[in-house]
């Protein structure tokens, strides 16, 4: 079986993790591929930071650090620290030393003329991941907010890590998305795909960015194989982060409902068959069926590897 799963950086991680056991357990041939989200990703001091394959990576690797959710294990800071005495890089954006050491091999590799997804062939293979990681796209396609200030663009990272999402915006935009083409094999990942999954990742600015790739809206809809999202929303709130801030500026409301409207039917020219919301949503199964998206409600919380687990089983369950 293979299965496809579009996802941004740690809710797509710790969904991904879970699908990985729940096939260890039950399909030891399967194949999974992630395409991951590449719109948060930026030059800084010289050196390319892809924040959402580092977390996929890191988590499939047993290399994140739980406790703080993000970043790597063991992790010190000494080199940004350093780095502040010069004034240079972000204050506010921290880069742990052995996080550096991924993004200078990362630099080293694109330097030397090589493309991001081969680059990120070769440093995901410094660990049995089980998972093949393919970016969205090789172009620098970056994602920007419109601030309503003044209609001014920030770079995504800045709104998110230095404001925390809490300035004013009218949208996001995509930066160099003219001309830009998917990564090699994303498209015929998605095609032929037995499965394809829609991480339960910030639907605006993971998932969206991800579809926005010319040639990747398209294949999604045309797939022979079903197509299954996890709701990020839970209760009508975001399980982490703040991703509501995002959905509130494109007009979608913080529900799981509202967020398997927003990406609709595919029987009616949308992107999927099959929605995953939590138990305490359940009400909502009736309007998201209408809708023409087969909906279960399940526990979505992956608190755990084995829930996670379980939740990468109820959506494979939906296909029917
Ligand atoms: P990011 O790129 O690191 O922000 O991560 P993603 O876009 O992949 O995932 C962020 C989303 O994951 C947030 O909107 C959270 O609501 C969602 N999320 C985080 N943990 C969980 C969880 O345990 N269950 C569900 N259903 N969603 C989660
Ligand atoms: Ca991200």
Redesign the pocket.
Known sequence: MKITVI????????FIRGLREHLRQTDPGAEITAIV?TG?DMWLTSLRIA??LD?VMYTLAGQNDEVRG?GRLDESERVSTDMREYGVGWPWFTLGDLDLSTHITRSHYLRSGLPLSEATARITARWPLGVRLIPATDDEVETHVVLAEDGSEMHFQEWWTRHRAALPITGFVQRGLDGSTPAPGVLEAIAEADVVLF????PVV?IGPVLGIPGIRDTVEGTSAPVIG?????AGA????M?DACLTAIGVATAADAVALHYGARSRGGLIDGWLI?ETDAASVPAIEAAGIRARAVP????TVPLSAQLAADALALVG
Not at 230 to 234: G, N, T
Not at 300 to 303: F, P, S, V
């Open positions: 996802c941004g950086g740690v809710g797509g991680a710790k989200n948060d924040p959402d977390s993000w991480a339960p990742s910030n993971s996890v709701s990020p929303i839970i975001v399980v982490r982060g991703a939590d979505l919380w992956m608190k």
